[in-house]
């Protein structure tokens, strides 16, 4: 089955300073790759996403990319404010389409 | 998170008890997800139904079994309650043909 590692596990920002998240996937055939955003004591919510037929997508101050040949995705995260603070998951949708595998989460602290 | 309804948000179980953990979703969609979230774990998927009538195992089944008696709700079951079994529950939807899942809130469960 798909598998899908991310990087790194805790993210220590000045606010302002830009954050990166990575994650690597298993399934060359995965052609969706949601990010979500979890803050403490709530479910996971999305903040983007990006499919197999695009490299790149932003939305204001984040933004996705996608090395499908490499098979890793990116999420950046620029100009930070203390309320990015949260745990952040990337996920992938095999070619079926019925489940997404997470990656196991980066905790990021943006600090004022 | 709203849209989908988890019930209970806070449950403490003793070693070989049983008990429900209750989703229903207001959103009319087809595809319902249990996942639980343990640290430095990420998601991992116990189990998931496609349709109403339709179940099937995902990553981590074992001790596990679900109920998709109608469209709306979706429910797990700890038949026998074991300590590894200490978790936060999540159940999701997938919201049609962008794929996005929306999340409930959460059941913590902790088995002593």
């Known amino acids: 089955g798909e598998n899908v590692e991310q990087h790194p596990s805790t993210l220590s920002v000045q606010e302002g300073d830009s954050a990166v998240i990575k994650c690597t996937y298993s399934?060359?055939?995965?052609?969706?790759f949601p990010w979500y955003k979890q803050e403490l004591g709530k479910g996971p919510q999305l903040i983007i996403d990006i499919r197999s037929n695009v490299g790149e997508k932003k939305d204001q101050r984040i933004a996705v990319t996608l090395n499908k040949t490499a098979k890793h995705f990116s999420l950046h995260i620029t100009e930070t404010q203390p309320e990015d603070s949260a745990v952040y998951f990337c996920a992938a949708m095999g070619a079926a389409g019925n489940k997404l595998t997470f990656g196991g989460g980066t905790r990021v602290l943006v600090k004022p | 998170n709203a849209g989908v309804t988890q019930t209970p948000k806070f449950q403490v179980l003793k070693t070989g008890q049983s008990m429900t953990l209750q989703c229903a979703q207001d959103m009319n969609h087809n595809s319902m997800y249990w996942y639980r979230q343990d640290p430095g774990m990420g998601l991992r998927l116990i189990y998931y139904?496609?349709?109403?009538?339709?179940?099937d195992k995902g990553e981590v089944p074992n001790g596990y079994n679900v109920s998709r008696l109608n469209k709306r709700e979706f429910s797990l079951r700890l038949e026998s309650a074991a300590p590894s079994q200490t978790s936060v529950y999540f159940c999701?939807?997938?919201?049609?043909?962008?794929?996005?899942?929306?999340f409930g809130s959460g059941t913590r469960l902790t088995v002593v």
């Open positions: 399934d060359s055939a995965s052609n969706y």
């Open positions: 999701a939807i997938k919201t049609g043909p962008n794929y996005g899942y929306t």
């Open positions: 139904s496609a349709s109403e009538g339709t179940t």
